[in-house]
C-alpha cells in the first residue's frame, strides 16, 4: 500500500516511541489519516514504565493504546526453551518471537477499535517487514498492511534522521537527541536485546562497542561463583532456588541471575529470509540459562533416537520463527512432537555461573532418568556384563566386512 491508499481508512500504527514512530505517526495524519497508535508490553527492559511510550508519542497527537502481552511473551520463551530453538550462529531469535506475539497480541485491539490496516516501521532490508505482513495475513487476512519505508514518497522525504527531526520541528515536536548517539540500534523485549546496524555492519568493529542492557560483560562479573538450583516439570520451569514461579516470573529472575554473571551474549552473522547477511550482538541471559539447565534433564531422559529427533525438531522450530511461520501447521505440530518428548523432562538441575560460564553440578529428583552409572561405569559393577557385547558386535562385524569386500569403502 502506498500513503494516497490509505484515504478514509483508520490505521493502527505500531509505535516504540521512537523518532521513527514520531515521523509516522505525524506524516500519516499530516495527510489526513485517522491514526490510532498500538505498543506491546513485551516487559521491555530499556522502558522503565512502559507508560514512556505512550508520553513520547503524545506530542504527535495520536492516541497511544498499550495492550499488556508479557505473559504470552513469557509463554513464547517458554516454547522456544522447551524446543531449543536457537538459529543461526546459535543465538537466540528473541526479535523474532517478539514479531509473532505482538502481532497476535496487537490484532485484536486494532480491530476493536475499527482499524481496517496494520503500520508498521519495518525496513526494507529486513527480516521484520515479513514477519509483521506475513502474520497480519494469516491471522487477519482481511487487515491491510502498510509499510511507510517501502513507500517511495516517505523514503524520499526522509531519507536519514536529519530530515526527520528537521520534519518534526516543523510540526513543533521536539525530539531528545541524547547527545552522542549509540552507533547500533536496539530492539528489546522479555526474551533479550539484539543489538544492530551502523558500526555492527563492519565486521571489524568488535562486539565490546555495544553496552549490554541485560547483562554484564564477563569481566565485570562479580568473581564468585554464583549457585543457582532450576526445577522442571515436564519441559517447563516451575521453580528457581526452591521458589515457585510461573513463565513471567521465571524469566524475570533468571533474566537478573544470568545477566549479572556475564551469561548470555552472543555475537552472530545471520542469514536473512531475504538471502542476505546480517551481523548482530544478541543478549539473551535467562533464555541462555533456561536452555542450558532443560538440555540437561533431556539428556538424561531422550534416548538416542528420540535425541535425533528433537534436534530435527528444534532446528525446524527456530527456522519457523526465524521466517515468521510460527502459527504454521508445521511449527504446530513440531509443539506436538516435542510435547511429547518433553513430557519425560522433570527434575532438579543445578548449575554455578561464572563470569559467562555455565557449569553443571548436579541433576536431582529426575524419575524418568535413562541413565544407570552401573550399566556405563568403567570399573566392576552388577550392570551390563561386557561379555554379552561379544555377540553385538559380531553382528555389526558382518555389515562392515560386506562394504569393505564390495569396494564401497575408501579408506
Not at 159 to 184: D, F, N
Not at 198 to 210: F, G
Request: glycine share 10%; hydrophobic share 40%.
Amino acid at each position: 500500500m502506498k500513503l494516497h491508499q490509505l484515504e478514509g481508512k483508520r490505521v493502527g500504527l505500531c509505535v516504540s516511541g521512537g523518532l521513527d514512530s514520531k515521523t509516522v505517526a505525524s506524516r500519516l495524519m499530516q495527510a489526513g489519516v485517522d491514526v490510532v497508535c498500538f505498543t506491546a508490553d513485551l516487559a521491555q527492559p530499556d522502558e522503565e514504565s512502559i507508560e514512556g511510550v505512550r508520553e513520547k508519542m503524545r506530542p504527535t497527537g495520536a492516541e497511544t493504546v498499550i495492550v499488556d502481552l508479557r505473559q504470552d511473551m513469557a509463554r513464547a520463551c517458554f516454547r522456544m526453551i522447551r524446543t531449543q530453538a536457537v538459529y543461526d550462529g546459535g543465538y537466540w531469535n528473541t526479535t523474532g518471537i517478539a514479531r509473532a506475539v505482538t502481532v497476535r497480541g496487537l490484532l485484536g485491539p486494532m480491530q476493536a477499535r475499527g482499524c481496517t490496516v496494520l503500520a508498521h516501521g519495518a525496513t526494507g532490508r529486513g527480516n521484520d517487514q515479513l514477519r509483521f505482513e506475513r502474520y497480519t495475513n494469516v491471522l487477519a487476512p482481511k487487515m491491510g498492511v502498510y509499510a511507510p519505508w517501502r513507500d517511495p514518497a516517505l523514503l524520499e522525504q526522509f531519507p536519514g534522521r536529519k530530515q526527520m527531526i528537521s520534519y518534526l520541528a516543523q510540526q513543533g515536536i521536539e525530539v531528545e537527541t541524547g547527545g552522542e548517539r549509540k552507533r547500533y540500534s536496539t530492539d528489546a523485549n522479555l526474551a533479550g536485546l539484539s543489538h544492530e546496524a551502523e558500526d555492527l555492519e563492519d565486521l571489524e568493529t568488535t562486539m565490546t562497542i555495544v553496552e549490554p542492557l541485560m547483562c554484564v560483560w564477563p569481566k565485570d562479573a562479580p568473581d564468585t561463583t554464583e549457585t543457582v538450583s532450576l526445577r522442571f516439570e515436564k519441559g517447563d520451569c516451575v521453580a528457581i532456588d526452591g521458589q515457585a514461579m510461573d513463565p513471567l516470573q521465571c524469566m524475570l529472575t533468571a533474566n537478573r541471575v544470568a545477566g549479572r554473571n556475564g551469561v548470555g551474549l552472543n555475537n552472530a552473522l545471520e542469514n536473512r529470509i531475504i538471502g542476505t547477511k546480517s551481523r548482530g550482538v544478541y543478549e539473551a541471559p535467562g533464555l541462555t540459562l533456561l536452555g542450558y539447565a532443560l538440555r540437561v534433564v533431556y539428556q538424561a531422559v531422550m534416548d538416542r533416537r528420540s535425541t535425533q529427533l528433537f534436534h530435527t525438531l528444534s532446528q525446524n522450530y527456530a527456522q519457523q520463527i526465524y521466517d515468521g511461520r510460527l502459527y504454521d501447521p508445521q511449527a504446530r505440530a513440531i509443539l506436538a512432537a516435542v510435547d511429547v518428548l518433553a513430557d519425560f523432562a522433570t527434575g532438579t538441575v543445578e548449575l554455578g555461573l561464572y563470569k559467562g560460564n555455565i557449569f553443571f553440578k548436579a541433576l536431582r529428583d529426575c524419575p524418568h532418568s535413562l541413565y544407570n552409572p552401573a550399566d556405563a561405569s568403567m570399573e566392576a559393577s552388577d550392570g551390563l556384563n561386557p561379555v554379552s557385547s561379544q555377540g553385538f558386535v559380531e553382528v555389526l562385524e558382518v555389515e562392515a566386512k560386506a562394504l569393505a569386500r564390495s569396494g564401497q569403502i575408501v579408506g
